[in-house]
């Protein structure tokens, strides 16, 4: 068949797309991120503060890791749970931090916490049953829970509680068709943290009810109010309940690494790793190498880092509040400030939700992600992650649209 006659058959009978990938679609923030691209190539300079992603460079002590262990021929396959030695630092991590059970047995090496979360619900959820989890919540968590053909059930976090996690009413949503309960503490996009005891007050019940709980702690360092509280605590008191989720990829600055992991009970994990060995194999093996010397050396370049964002934290939620129309306290945790946008919809200029506000924003030169594909359409938000600099001039493009609109 020549190619004209190939695209002439298009539309006859069009091969089909399986019933999953019908209802997938692309991560709103990644979406917004390709938008701001596509946007400053044709010209537009654009501040860009929709990436939840450190402005930092990854520690140079990790890079020279990663840059030897190329040139000592660390370019081949590992196991399919990844390098021994980073499994068993990554163990040790919990161990020492927070008395966790955790072997190097029971911990994998993923392809970023994305990659965990996705294994883990695969493994876990079946079609028909439920994962109950806070809202708002990060974009991927609804769709991977869907992909995997169960149902999100979301219990709404209270913005005037600053979204703190609460075990209760996420207690109170489990039905016996509850596989497990989701949680994200710090919270993206919320800034939500959870105390121990209502961490402890959820895996007990969870425990009860015969439930996971799969905790994703990707942001657990960045905690500006309250206490840093983990799942790891509780671990050896429900061995067969707890999941740990974390990531190198916001602690580190190393987005690009692509390198996460998750902990867990032996019969949850072993089938996590049979699903990596069918579907991505080991992590980049010498990106692994660079994983293991963050562990060992990159504290000092951590701290400065906190340090930095606690700064950007304090000065964001102010510049945000004192907007016309815009309502946001400071983030209990995570980098990211989630301010209520709802008082603007509604007058002169056609703004009726977090989608309208934010396509005005990004013509005006700054990026934001629309609350409502976090499940709260009040609200936008907007990363601290990013250069004071670029932080106030894009909260200046803010200030100028936001006149406008409020009148
Ligand atoms: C809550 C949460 N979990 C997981 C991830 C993914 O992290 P990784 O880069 O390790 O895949 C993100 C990234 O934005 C996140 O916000």
Same mark, same amino acid.
């Given at each position: 068949m020549s190619p004209s006659s190939v695209m002439e058959s298009r539309g006859s009978v069009l091969p089909k797309l399986s019933r999953r990938a019908g209802g997938l679609a692309e991560s709103a923030t990644m979406e917004i991120n390709r938008r701001a691209g596509e946007l400053r190539a044709a010209g537009h300079e654009i501040i860009d @503060?929709?990436? %939840?992603?450190? *402005?930092f460079p990854t520690p140079p002590t990790v890079v020279e890791a990663a840059r030897r262990a190329l040139s000592d021929g660390h370019t081949r396959y590992t196991a399919a749970a990844g390098l021994p030695d980073l499994r068993d630092a990554v163990a040790a991590r919990y161990a020492g931090a927070w008395g966790a059970p955790w072997t190097g047995r029971e911990t994998v090496v993923t392809v970023g916490a994305k990659a965990a979360l996705f294994e883990v619900i695969q493994v876990l959820v079946d079609e028909g049953d439920e994962v109950v989890m806070p809202s708002p919540?990060?974009?991927?968590f609804e769709e991977q829970i869907r992909f995997a053909g169960g149902t999100p059930v979301t219990v709404p976090t209270d913005p005037k509680e600053r979204f703190a996690l609460r075990a209760q009413p996420l207690l109170d949503a /489990? !039905? #016996? $068709? !509850? $596989?497990m309960v989701l949680v994200n503490s710090p919270c993206n996009p919320t800034g939500g943290v959870a105390t121990q005891a209502e961490l402890e007050a959820l895996v007990r019940g969870c425990v009860e009810r015969g439930v996971y709980v799969l905790s *994703? #702690? !990707?942001? #657990? @360092?960045?905690?500006?109010?309250g206490e840093k509280a983990s799942v790891a605590a509780c671990a050896a008191g429900a061995p067969d309940n707890v999941i740990l989720i974390g990531s190198f990829s916001k602690t580190y600055a190393m987005t690009g690494w692509r390198l996460g992991w998750l902990l867990g009970p032996p019969e949850v994990v072993s089938k996590v790793i049979a699903l990596q060995s069918h579907a991505t194999s080991n992590p980049t093996t010498f990106a692994m190498y660079g994983a293991l010397e963050a562990l060992r050396s990159a504290q000092d370049d951590v701290d400065a880092m906190i340090r930095a964002f606690a700064e950007r934290r304090s000065l964001v939620a102010e510049a945000l509040d004192a907007l016309p129309g815009v309502h946001c306290a400071p983030a209990d945790g995570a980098f990211y400030a989630f301010p209520d946008?709802?008082?603007?919809? %509604?007058?002169? %200029?056609? /703004?009726?939700?977090s989608i309208a506000i934010c396509a005005r924003l990004l013509e005006a030169g700054v990026a934001l992600v629309p609350g409502i594909a976090f499940g709260d359409d009040r609200f936008v938000r907007l990363s601290f992650a990013a250069s004071q600099e670029n932080l106030r001039r894009g909260i200046e493009r803010m200030a100028e649209t936001l006149d406008t609109l409020h009148g």
């Open positions: @503060l929709s990436a %939840g992603e450190p *402005d919540a990060w974009v991927s /489990i !039905t #016996e $068709r !509850t $596989r *994703d #702690e !990707t942001y #657990e @360092l960045f905690v500006w109010h946008v709802s008082e603007v919809y %509604g007058h002169a %200029g056609g /703004i009726d939700g």
